[in-house]
């Protein structure tokens, strides 16, 4: 983040509860209620020598990416989840794992929170107040950013775009507005 150029970049809008700081995966675990035997059932069939086919794929990922909607037990989150899984692309899993492991060297580094408090570029943070994900994760990332503004979505968990995309459009409209002058 630091070293970019101001007159280049007006601002940074950063949405979803991602910060610096490292947090347990395993959130998501007790937002599956039901879902979640099967959720583990698919990943160990995935783990097993010929892994799982395309649909139980599909079905891993949507019963996963259920999780991160408001109320994560209900049927909209699975809705939303199979509409994001429509057309189902797969998952690049080399290319997650290496995100993965690049994520973990970095957050909570020296090296990343000197970086944000290096930015001169302000930076909008949106997230949702039922995000799954711990708080302090995005705390983190807003005290660690010099010009930062925040804005939580009543009602929205990881996904505020779409579980309250006209809350975030505001807001990100506005934002916006206000770095062009």
Known sequence: MGGEDVGRTGGRVVAAGDGVRLWAVRQGDAALGVRL?????????GALEGGRGAAEEREACVLQWSADFVPPAGPRALAEAERMATP????NAEANAALVAEEGRELGSVGLRGECAES???????DGESDIRPRTAVDSLVA????????????AGHLPWSEAPEEFGEAVTGFLDGVRG
Request: charge should be positive; glycine fraction near 6%.
């Open 37 to 45: 035997p099967r959720l583990r059932e698919l990943w160990a069939r």
């Open 88 to 91: 189902f692309l797969g998952v």
């Open 120 to 126: 001169h570029v302000p930076v909008l943070v949106v």
């Open 144 to 155: 660690a950013l010099p010009r930062v503004e925040r804005v939580v979505l009543a009602g």
